[in-house]
């Protein structure tokens, strides 16, 4: 299974920029990054995905190098509502009909006012 | 629409004791999902179904069971509960397996005493 890795925690101060980075260097060519988030004790929601292209919606932008090995997520003008754990996630192998995502340990974005 | 629904949204059981988590959604999603999340972990895989009458095994299956006999419910069962299930149990769906958004329930959160 391709395996993420992101940093433990990160701050961000209100109204400013957060940059989440990922690191995806064993995701295969036609296999998506997704991104979720969790705010305190809720069910993950998710947030984004991107194949190889730059992505953006209404919740964030997501940046994938060239190479597909890694990736960041950015919150263009965070608030103090963010502050969550955001996980990178690959699919599991073989998941393209089951839809099976691996969820690790994430990022735990503190927003600062 | 509600979405997923978890019932209970919490329980306190004793060891040995058995008990029924039920999921229920509400947007007729063919694939459904049972994770489980210790302390400060992600969300871990216990057993997924990809339509109606089927289940299959996630990363962690071993003391649970499930059951898909209407579209919209997948039950999660403990047997003989044991302290290391103790947990939060997060219920999730998504229309199809190549679907990149997973909708989650609120959580039914476990305590094995």
């Known amino acids: 299974d391709a395996k993420t890795t992101q940093p433990t925690s990160m701050d961000c101060a209100e109204g400013r920029a957060a940059n989440l980075p990922c690191n995806h260097s064993?995701?295969?060519?036609?296999?998506?990054v997704y991104w979720y988030r969790q705010i305190h004790s809720q069910g993950p929601q998710y947030i984004i995905h991107?194949?190889?292209n730059n992505e953006t919606n209404e919740m964030a932008s997501l940046i994938i190098t060239e190479d597909r090995k890694s990736s960041t997520l950015i919150l263009p003008h965070a608030t103090l509502r963010d502050t969550a754990v955001y996980y990178c996630?690959?699919?599991?192998?073989?998941?393209?009909?089951?839809?099976?995502?691996?969820f690790g340990q994430g990022t735990t974005l503190q927003v600062k006012p | 629409n509600a979405g997923v629904t978890q019932t209970p949204k919490f329980r306190v059981l004793k060891t040995g004791q058995s008990m029924t988590l039920l999921c229920a959604q509400d947007?007729?999603?063919?694939?459904m999902y049972w994770y489980r999340q210790d302390p400060g972990m992600g969300l871990r895989l216990i057993h997924y179904?990809?339509?109606?009458?089927?289940?299959a095994k996630g990363e962690v299956p071993d003391g649970y069971n499930v059951s898909r006999l209407k579209k919209q419910n997948f039950l999660l069962g403990l047997e003989s509960a044991a302290p290391s299930q103790t947990s939060v149990y997060f219920c999730?769906?998504?229309?199809?397996?190549?679907?990149?958004?997973?909708?989650f329930g609120p959580g039914t959160r476990l305590t094995v005493t």
């Open positions: 999730a769906s998504t229309l199809r397996g190549y679907s990149y958004e997973q909708y």
């Open positions: 064993t995701i295969s060519g036609n296999e998506y």
């Open positions: 991107g194949l190889k």
């Open positions: 996630i690959a699919p599991a192998k073989g998941s393209s009909n089951t839809g099976k995502l691996i």
């Open positions: 947007m007729n999603h063919e694939y």
């Open positions: 179904s990809v339509g109606e009458g089927t289940t």
